[in-house]
């Protein structure tokens, strides 16, 4: 069997790095925002979604999306938001289910969701993996790495579940606060998931 790995946090807190350093010991993860946007341009049922709410203009000659187009509508309304997400997600969960079934020579895969749970993408995993940092240490990340303004930094923030509820929610964190070096603590996870596989393998013979 092949146990599946989420991992998540918020926007800064450090998941990518903690899935890079995932694959670097040899386990495959799936990027979920980087299928999504990948599936977006080239799923044909997405691509017939889309058209049908915001008109053919939602593509341009070429066959790209118009991002500035999407985003005004997604920005109009809460209503306009769901619309997207249950066009969109079943498509990258289906997606990541063929995925899982390719990697079946690897005993764990990973899953790096920003939105794991308001997506409802935890119920695609046997484990869930929290990369927690402080708000104010994701704020000045997010503002170096994105180029963009303290108060859009917390926008994006705002519109995501908090903190406090992924922590209750998650089976396991990992701390990227700057002080707690994050090497060991990847290396501790893998241990545990070890013990925990050769669990469940043993308890499936």
Known sequence: MT????????????KSVVSKLLEILDIPVYIADDESKRLTHHDS????????????????HDGRLNRELLASYL?????HVQQINQLIHPRVR???????????????????????????FEREVDF??????????????????????????????????????????????IYNDGERALIPQVLDLIAFL?????YLCSAKK
């Open 94 to 120: 289906a997606h990541f289910q063929d995925w899982v079934i390719g990697q079946t020579c690897k005993p764990f895969v990973g899953l790096e969701s920003a939105i794991l749970y308001e997506a409802g």
């Open 75 to 79: 920005f109009a309304s809460s209503e």
């Open 3 to 14: 146990l599946r790995i989420a991992i998540t946090g918020g926007i800064g807190s450090g």
């Open 194 to 198: 070890s013990k925990k596989y050769d």
């Open 128 to 173: 869930v993996v929290m990369v927690y940092a402080p708000l104010e240490v994701r704020v000045e990340r997010a503002i170096l790495r994105d180029q963009v303004s303290r108060e859009q930094v917390l926008k994006r923030i705002q519109s995501q579940m908090r903190d406090e509820e992924k922590l209750e929610k998650a089976d396991y964190i």
């Open 45 to 60: 049922a997405i691509r017939e979604g889309l058209i049908s709410l915001l008109g053919e203009e939602v593509y341009d």
